[in-house]
């Protein structure tokens, strides 16, 4: 009965290892010079809390591709309802919305 448990835990701890593990803050700054002209710190995107709410499948492949720096993303995009800004997200009441500037810029 232990040793059952034993394998068991041993199991959840390699496969959190290879993969099930959450991913942590994601820092969008590909657009640093923007954002200095701005005075906008980098955008933080909280990746395990988006993992909480939705599945993978409602960001990836068709609002986010799942690679690291691979989305140029925009404030005229997030405006135009792409991105943060789709549907369900930043651009409804589900989300606080874009005006809400440092909740995503973050020094
Ligand atoms: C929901 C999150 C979010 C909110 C809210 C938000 N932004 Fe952004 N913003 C981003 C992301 C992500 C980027 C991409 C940054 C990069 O890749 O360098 C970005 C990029 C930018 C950029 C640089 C690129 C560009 O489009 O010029 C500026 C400037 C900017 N934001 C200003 C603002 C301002 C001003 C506000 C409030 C009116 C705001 N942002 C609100 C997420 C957000
Ligand atoms: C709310 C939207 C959202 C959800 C839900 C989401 N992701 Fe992501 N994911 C993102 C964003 C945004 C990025 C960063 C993309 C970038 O840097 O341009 C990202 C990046 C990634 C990356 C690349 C990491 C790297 O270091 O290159 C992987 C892999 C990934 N996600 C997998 C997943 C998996 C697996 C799930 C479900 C458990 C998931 N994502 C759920 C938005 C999401």
């Known amino acids: 009965m232990i040793r059952g448990w034993l394998v068991a835990g041993v199991l959840v701890l390699v496969l959190s290892s290879?993969?099930?593990?959450?991913?942590?803050?994601?820092?969008?700054?590909?657009?640093?010079?923007?954002?200095?002209?701005?005075?906008?710190?980098?955008?933080?995107?909280?990746?395990?809390?988006?993992?909480?709410?939705y599945k993978c499948e409602d960001c990836h492949p068709n609002i986010f591709k799942d690679k690291r720096g691979a989305n140029?993303?925009?404030?005229?995009?997030?405006?135009?309802?792409?991105?943060c800004g789709a549907a369900e997200c930043h651009n409804s009441p589900k989300a606080f919305p874009l005006y809400m500037c440092n909740k995503c810029h973050i020094k």
Do not use: Q, R, Y
Not at 31 to 48: T, Y
Not at 72 to 83: P, Q, Y
């Open 18 to 53: 290879i993969g099930f593990a959450k991913l942590g803050n994601i820092i969008f700054d590909d657009k640093i010079e923007s954002l200095k002209k701005a005075g906008m710190p980098p955008a933080v995107f909280p990746h395990a809390k988006h993992e909480d709410i």
């Open 72 to 83: 140029d993303v925009t404030m005229h995009k997030n405006m135009n309802g792409e991105f």
